[in-house]
């Protein structure tokens, strides 16, 4: 794939210019609804979303009847839906109905994901980063998620981007915190000038709330009404998920789990940058993390030593968030190796306090499945939720 220009200026969108700026109307929040059903349980027919929303069926049908001509569903051959009654024609998401651009942006990384509104993830690429100084990774996320638009003819049903970063949010989520060396990425307003600068929809997201959404995301119908994702990676984060919605609090920093350790116990959580440091230590020199997971290894001796070092606060934090929460799922995630995660899973377990020989439910802890980079995936899926769910 050829280079872009050397230098960036809002002129070089992802979209080209003689399409729309943004290409789909505002939905009310009954099309949003059918919309969200639609996806989530295809072929569905109007009766049955009729049932599924309150409404009646003549206003199922006038709200098919938008979704259709804006091109985000279809309808297929009549069938028979139940065992009485007239053929329908149930409903799917149109092939081509909306796609979104996900990205995870790390000091070492960089992760492009194009995903379909189903939740099917395309493409996804990724590359390791010398340098995460903006503007040049901006050049590249161009540079990536046009090649994966022009290969798969998405540009024009394009719903938006979403940037997934490491770091917190400050007052008002206009600004994310970004870690140490990614200086130029913690700046007010960085959603709009993003914006500006790719030319479409931008949402930009903390890595751990992003992943979350991902891994609720990519369970469809089978995921639990509530889950919580830890998210492993340089430092320890996460994110919630509630009602299929994520739960941002009142600052978007719900879910930081490593604000609820004392200081002294923070060195001792589950990150993979206190692996890399304790393979230095046994003797192994990796530079950064992404080093140490291309090269990573399930027999490494010292894996035993991280996970006996981690497993008494990684009890901590599940126990904490098990008492105040009380999710389904506890989802052990993020950029740690998935073998490492269900060691890690297969430990943990909340504090148990029984009263008469019994104790309360605690969620399941699982390790993460997916296959994809959550972070980057689910960025990409908060955009279809901001326009279109």
Request: net charge negative.
């Amino acid at each position: 794939m050829p280079n872009q220009p050397s230098s960036f200026h809002p002129s070089m969108p992802l979209r080209p210019s003689p399409l729309p700026a943004e290409p789909f109307r505002a939905l009310s929040a009954n099309e949003r609804m059918v919309l969200g059903l639609i996806r989530r349980h295809a072929p569905i027919s109007r009766a049955e979303l009729a049932r599924r929303c309150g409404l009646t069926i003549p206003s199922i049908s006038r709200i098919a009847e938008a979704l259709l001509n804006d091109g985000l569903i279809a309808a297929e051959e009549k069938v028979m839906m139940g065992r009485m009654g007239q053929p329908s024609l149930p409903l799917v998401l149109a092939p081509d109905a909306a796609f979104a651009i996900g990205v995870a942006v790390r000091p070492d990384s960089l992760v492009v994901t194009l995903s379909h509104l189903s939740g099917a993830v395309r493409a996804q690429l990724r590359e390791s980063l010398a340098d995460p100084a903006r503007e040049a990774v901006e050049r590249r996320i161009v540079d990536l998620a046009t090649g994966l638009l022009d290969a798969h003819g998405a540009a024009p049903r394009l719903c938006g981007m979403g940037i997934a970063l490491s770091g917190f949010f400050l007052e008002g989520q206009e600004q994310i915190n970004a870690p140490l060396g990614m200086e130029d990425w913690a700046i007010d307003r960085l959603e709009s000038l993003m914006r500006t600068r790719m030319g479409v929809p931008v949402v930009i997201e903390n890595d751990g709330n992003a992943a979350a959404i991902g891994e609720h995301d990519q369970r469809g119908a089978e995921a639990p009404s509530s889950m919580a994702c830890l998210y492993v990676d340089r430092g320890l984060g996460g994110g919630m998920v509630v009602d299929g919605r994520l739960m941002r609090g009142a600052h978007g920093n719900a879910g930081e789990f490593t604000g609820m350790l004392p200081p002294e116990t923070r060195p001792l959580r589950p990150t993979l940058e206190l692996l890399r440091r304790m393979l230095e230590e046994d003797g192994l020199i990796v530079p950064t993390i992404a080093a140490m997971l291309d090269q990573f290894d399930e027999s490494w001796p010292t894996l035993d030593r991280w996970l006996d070092t981690v497993t008494p606060v990684t009890n901590a934090v599940f126990s904490a968030a098990a008492a105040l929460l009380d999710p389904q799922e506890v989802v052990i995630g993020g950029r740690i190796p998935p073998a490492l995660a269900r060691r890690l899973a297969d430990r943990v377990a909340c504090y148990t306090v029984p009263v008469r020989t019994k104790d309360r439910p605690f969620p399941r802890i699982t390790a993460s499945l997916s296959r994809d980079d959550t972070a980057a995936f689910g960025a990409g899926m908060m955009c279809f939720q901001r326009y279109l769910l």
